[in-house]
T-cell receptor, first 116, second 112 residues
Framework: DAGITQSPRHKVTETGTPVTLRCHQTENHRYMYWYRQDPGHGLRLIHYSYGVKDTDKGEVSDGYSVSRSKTEDFLLTLESATSSQTSVYFC???????????????FGPGTRLTVL | EDQVTQSPEALRLQEGESSSLNCSYTVSGLRGLFWYRQDPGKGPEFLFTLYSAGEEKEKERLKATLTKKESFLHITAPKPEDSATYLCAVQVGPGSQGNLIFGKGTKLSVKP
């Protein structure tokens, strides 16, 4: 299994509070991604990183920010959590976006976030 | 707009009853099509990557194929442990940073 951990694994918070989710990898992969998974929508990209301090927005980035100060860590912050951000959040990593053979993404175990 | 559609949404099979899952896509500049397996409460587990029409890959009871418009995941003589949700995703380019577009998945149940 790819060495990806996410913390916390479960979190319950209240509307309006800031929340930070952490993704940690031991594979030294350059690319890291944050997705959210909701019933009826499948996995959707929030933000991604293509190197230390290099990040960009995905499909559903409103209300989220990210930071990557080290290769191994990618943080996702909900600046002011809302009930619509209740979801399961997955981190993924890959060596490169270039095919063939290097652009597979490997996923972490997920964080279940509930915003009350 | 790039789009990925999986069918059926759910599939129930008896153990040993072979079948296929479908993933159709409309994208510009396909750089790869990926199949994942996801068990309840876990992250997606990578199965296959396909890059060009006509390509096939196999792993145990699973075989993935690709045409210019769709991919099939064939399951031969399934067992109850094959029960899971199977996700299809595409990576598009050029200029892509590796972002994946996912279908909504097919939930497979295999009964003994």
């Amino acid at each position: 299994d790819a060495g990806i951990t996410q913390s916390p694994r479960h979190k319950v918070t209240e509307t309006g509070t800031p929340v930070t989710l952490r993704c940690h990898q031991t594979e030294n992969h350059r690319y890291m991604y944050w997705y959210r998974q909701d019933p009826g929508h499948g996995l959707r990209l929030i933000h991604y990183s293509y190197g230390v301090k290099d990040t960009d927005k995905g499909e559903v980035s409103d209300g989220y920010s990210v930071s990557r100060s080290k290769t191994e860590d990618f943080l996702l912050t909900l600046e002011s959590a809302t009930s619509s951000q209740t979801s399961v959040y997955f981190c993924a990593i890959s060596e490169s976006p270039r095919p063939p053979g290097y652009n597979e993404q490997f996923f972490g175990p997920g964080t279940r976030l509930t915003v009350l | 707009e790039d789009q990925v559609t999986q069918s059926p949404e759910a599939l129930r099979l008896q153990e040993g009853e072979s079948s296929s899952l479908n993933c159709s896509y409309t994208v510009s500049g396909l750089r790869g099509l990926f199949w994942y397996r996801q068990d309840p409460g876990k992250g997606p587990e990578f199965l296959f990557t396909l890059y060009s029409a006509g390509e096939e890959k196999e792993k145990e009871r699973l075989k993935a194929t690709l045409t210019k418009k769709e991919s099939f995941l064939h399951i031969t003589a399934p067992k109850p442990e094959d029960s899971a949700t199977y996700l299809c995703a595409v990576q598009v380019g050029p200029g892509s940073q590796g972002n994946l577009i996912f279908g909504k998945g097919t939930k497979l149940s295999v009964k003994p």
